[in-house]
């Protein structure tokens, strides 16, 4: 599987963003895909996770503010981003996971596979 993440860029605070994860070489029918992001000088933390059925869980963090989602027929896996903050700023990275359990989904050890990337830039 090759996870290609896209859409980040500079936006003002309160401003709204779309990133994507396009998969190929496996469609997204078991496990998990999640959002996970990198601030300078910090650890990769759990932004969400969208679980093959449907089902959605966010960080505290973003919930009511971004929004996962999924398009089978693309493959494809969005996160809808709204009333940005400075704070938001960061590499957002996206993963896959086939084989984890739910109680595992905020660890970056349970996936499997990885995008490259894409920066977020909030300005205040």
């Known amino acids: 599987v090759q996870l290609q993440a896209s859409g980040g860029g500079l936006v003002q605070a309160g401003g709204s963003l779309r990133l994507s994860c396009a998969a190929s070489?496996?469609?997204?029918?078991?496990?998990?895909v999640a959002w996970f992001r990198q601030a300078p000088g910090r650890e990769r933390e759990f932004v969400t996770a969208?679980?093959?059925?449907?089902?959605?869980y966010y960080a505290d963090s973003v919930k009511d503010r971004f929004t996962i989602s999924r398009d089978n027929a693309k493959n494809t896996v969005y996160l809808q981003m709204g009333g940005l903050q400075v704070e938001d700023t960061a590499i957002y990275y996206c993963?896959?996971?086939?084989?984890?359990?739910?109680?595992?989904?905020?660890?970056?050890?349970?996936?499997?596979?990885w995008g490259q990337g894409t920066l977020v830039t909030v300005s205040s």
């Open positions: 993963a896959a996971g086939l084989h984890l359990i739910q109680s595992s989904i905020r660890n970056t050890g349970s996936y499997d596979y």
């Open positions: 969208i679980k093959w059925s449907g089902h959605t």
């Open positions: 070489g496996r469609k997204f029918n078991s496990g998990y």
